[in-house]
């Protein structure tokens, strides 16, 4: 299986910042299939980034992906506060498809 | 507008069989792979298995000797069962459209395992 780890766990920051975050796979990612979700409480996950860097139907371009291989990373340009979230990575390159652990983007 | 609706009981004893269903509205079962995903209380996101239409599947080795998922195309509808349940089954059960990335998801239904 590949394993998903993702850093930091937690990322406090403030409105207007920017938030860098990270995915790093076990192995490669078969086809760069490297997928990020957003999760607020009581809600179920959104897709936001598929591919790598391809974003979801509706979702604001202040949210990129990039990366390959084993390194990826989503990046938030400026956060606004609906922003404040849990994210995960998942790869679908392979089976089992798997998920990162998360990163929680808090207010500071 | 994709739709996707889980349903099943919240409750299951140990041991007995875990039964949910997924209706989907606004798409038709037949154009894609559809997923189930769960997650436990204050956890991460585990990823249980997908099925198309004409019954391919594929499961998570971790959970497979314990899963089967059916599609009832008649119906638009997908289903979960998980056997021999224990309180780590205790989850929000998801079901989302794709067999990749999945881009509509249920609101998730949360199945606790308890005597």
């Known amino acids: 299986d590949i394993v998903l780890t993702q850093s930091p766990g937690t990322l406090s920051l403030s409105p207007g910042e920017r938030a860098t975050l990270s995915c790093r796979a076990s192995?490669?990612?078969?086809?760069?299939?490297l997928a990020w979700y957003q999760q607020k409480p009581g809600q179920a996950p959104r897709l936001l980034i598929y591919?790598?860097?391809s974003r979801a139907t509706g979702i604001p371009d202040r949210f990129s992906g990039s990366g390959s291989g084993t390194d990826f990373t989503l990046t938030i340009s400026r956060l606004e506060p609906e922003d404040f979230a849990v994210y995960y990575c998942?790869?679908?390159?392979?089976?089992?498809?798997?998920f990162g652990p998360g990163t929680k983007v808090d207010i500071k | 507008q994709v739709q996707l609706q889980e349903s099943g009981p919240g409750l299951v004893k140990p041991s007995e069989t875990l039964s949910l269903t997924c209706s989907v509205s606004?798409?038709?079962?037949?154009?894609?792979?559809w997923t189930w995903i769960r997650q436990p209380p204050g956890k991460g996101l585990e990823w249980i298995g997908y099925?198309?239409?004409?019954?391919?599947?594929n499961y998570n080795p971790s959970l497979k000797s314990r899963v089967t998922m059916s599609v009832d195309t008649s119906k638009n509808q997908f289903s979960l069962q998980v056997t021999s349940v224990t309180a780590a089954d205790t989850a929000t059960y998801y079901c989302?459209?794709?067999?990749?990335?999945?881009?509509?998801w249920g609101q998730g239904t949360l199945v606790t395992v308890s005597s």
């Open positions: 989302a459209r794709g067999g990749n990335s999945h881009d509509s």
């Open positions: 606004g798409a038709s079962i037949s154009s894609n792979y």
């Open positions: 099925i198309n239409y004409r019954g391919i599947t």
């Open positions: 192995q490669s990612v078969s086809k760069n299939y």
């Open positions: 591919d790598v860097s």
């Open positions: 998942q790869q679908f390159g392979s089976s089992p498809r798997t």
